[in-house]
């Protein structure tokens, strides 16, 4: 479970943070753009390290496609993780895709079955209001022909702008909107397993997110995440 919130807290992260590209207000980015992230349990104790750095960025009509190459850390600096992430601004609307979210060892188990996806990708505006609500985001993913049952369902709800904050990190002293929103993730493969939690995000104009944090459902804190360094 810890690796699915870290997961999770990770995906919002890489995919705000970086160089300008005028599209939306709060995530932008340019080719070339790195920034690095750390994780910390609820004792403030460092847990992990990701990196994070733009591949390709192809700039459309109405705003772009990137690539965002992750590469995760465990306290010690042991590698446990390299993989992309796909961003897309359009209209000023930031698309995130809800993929992103499942962990790449379940779609490696469930990658030699044939899969049938049903998606909603979560979406952030240029321009935010306190009060707002946002829309929730889902993805169900199930295997059609294997022996056990297989599924994983992401749904990412009551996400709401609940105010502004001035968040300080390594990175800086940034004014961000404060957003919480609830997850729920759902995996089935032979065995049920169904985890809930709760996450707040600050965001920050032309930086994204600086900060995250996540609770489980009793609403204990789980952990944090925090923008270190970005150029």
Known sequence: ???IITLTLVVFAALSNGA???????????????WELETYNAKGKLSGRN??????????GDGFNATINS?????????????????KCAGGTIYIDMRNFIPEQQLKNMGSYEMTI???????????????????????MTATNSP????????ITDRKVEGKESITTPAGTFDCYKISSKANFKNQMGVTMNFQFSSIEWLAPKVGIVKSESYDKNGK?????????RN
């Open 221 to 229: 804190m789980n952990g944090y995440t925090i923008l270190t360094k």
């Open 71 to 87: 590469i995760m850390f465990n306290e010690k600096g042991k590698e446990l993780m390299n993989g992309n992430l796909e961003m």
């Open 20 to 34: 300008f590209a005028q599209c939306n207000e709060f995530y932008q980015i340019n080719e070339g753009s790195n």
């Open 118 to 140: 049903e998606s909603e990708n979560l979406e952030i505006p240029s321009k935010l209001t306190i009060g707002e609500t946002l829309k929730d985001g889902s993805i169900n």
């Open 51 to 60: 990196q994070q750095h733009v591949t390709q960025y192809t700039k459309t």
């Open 148 to 155: 056990l049952p297989m599924k994983m369902t992401v749904n």
């Open 1 to 3: 479970m810890k690796k």
